[in-house]
């Protein structure tokens, strides 16, 4: 899937190939969601011919994976890791708990109560 | 309320200094002033009481130089207008992570509608909004301990009644030119036309358009980056990569 690759790097956060990857996927996706969502639309749609609702079935199987959403996975700006990322802040735990005790991230304080 | 009174009482001393400054040689007459306080302070009379003392000793005295109106209003509350029928046009929602910011920027705010002609009503503090994050202090095995951390978004509603449109986009433009750091604002706006009739923004969008455009290098404070390489020159900085984090 190299082809979908930039040429130069275009992500400014924490670089590795799966990070890479990840980003890759992304832009993919969004160049074809139109696609996948017509090609969706006609399989489900019983009001047309059966063949041209199979042809669409084939076409949406032909398409590369990188253009599936499901392969979009949140990763972390700072480490790269999958798991335990905040959504808030696109910062696994570990790395959140380091930026917030340095004061980086606007309002986010000790908590006690 | 006691904030108000507080305000009222810095605005006597700056009217006195003033007094003072303009006439070094009949400086007794604010020492005088201020042993009748001392000693009006030990017959409990308050703030209020002494007020009209200094009314005929102002008259009695010719025209002493003063702060001008405007100057003099920033000790005193935001003034404001009342609406002749009370239909909302905008709602201002300010969101900020600190208190100080906020109300500053409120009060800039409501000043900002009064001077627009504007009846503005508020600040209404809205509920915050609590965020809570818990996470390990270290590796997954130490489960046991972790820590919090939070982030309390504090709001506040202005409301604007009985608005013209135009004057209203007038003021959104004003605040954002004018924008203070850490606050988020985001508003609502209604307008209201005949029944069948255009809206006055639909009318006139193609112009808008070229208005905005004209106005939007004018607005913000961030200046746009020419280049790449003015880009890299920026990133590369000591001072950014310094703000970027703790490493």
Redesign the interface.
Known sequence: MSHWRKKTLDIGCFVGSRTVRDHTKRLVFEQHEAERQALRYVIRNTSLPARARAEAQLQLQQMSNYTRPTQIRNRCT?GGHTRGV?R?FKMS??N???????G?????????W | MPFSLTRRAALHEVSLVARQRAYPDCSRQPMLALAGSRRSKASLSGEADRKPNLSTQATSEPESPRHPRSVQALHLKPLKREAEHGIPSCDLQLRS??LQPLDFFCDFALRAAYYLGLPAYGPVPLPRIT???T???SHFIFKKSQ???????LRRLIQIKDGNPETVQLWLAYLRKHQYY?IGMKANMWEFSELGGQSVTKQNTRQYETDINAAWPHLGQVKPLESALEADKVLNHRLSSEAS??R
Not at chain 2, 147 to 153: A, G, H, V, Y
Request: avoid cysteine.
């Open positions: 700072i905040f808030d735990r570990f959140f708990r380091m930026q917030a005790m340095a980086v991230l606007p309002g986010v304080k000790r908590a006690s | 992570y600190s965020q809570r994050w996470v390990p202090r820590e919090n951390f939070e982030r309390i978004t850490g984090g703790p």
